[in-house]
């Protein structure tokens, strides 16, 4: 049940294994086998994979079937933009900010 969901919630946001894994710190060989139910991941990353997605670990491991963010979801894009914001150095990231509120200001 917790490789399907994690498999939907991705799928749903258009995003690649590798995508997740770089987001959440593992390697896509991780998230494969997690959506395959060959493994699971240690806790950390579960809280790691509810902060991505912006769900509850309870909603991930199959305690809820709330998913108590639906109106929230980020789009694929914003998705997708997330994953390159946190792999960014601090120093990229505040450059970034700062372009983004100067484009704001148009």
Not at 38 to 57: H, M, N, Q, T, W
Not at 72 to 94: F, H, I, K, S, V
Request: charged letters at 30%; hydrophobic letters at 35%.
């Amino acid at each position: 049940m917790f490789g399907r969901k994690i498999r939907e919630l991705r799928e749903e946001r258009g995003i690649s294994m590798m995508a997740l894994a770089n987001a959440i710190g593992v390697s896509d060989t991780a998230v494969c086998k997690w959506e395959n139910e060959v493994s699971e991941p240690k806790l950390s990353y579960i809280a790691r994979l509810a902060d991505f997605f912006g769900c509850s670990a309870d909603y991930l491991v199959g305690r809820s079937d709330e998913y108590e963010g639906t109106h929230d979801r980020p789009t694929p894009g914003e998705q997708r933009l997330l994953a390159l914001y946190r792999r960014m150095t601090a120093e990229e990231q505040e450059l970034l900010y700062k372009t983004v509120k100067l484009w704001n200001k148009k």
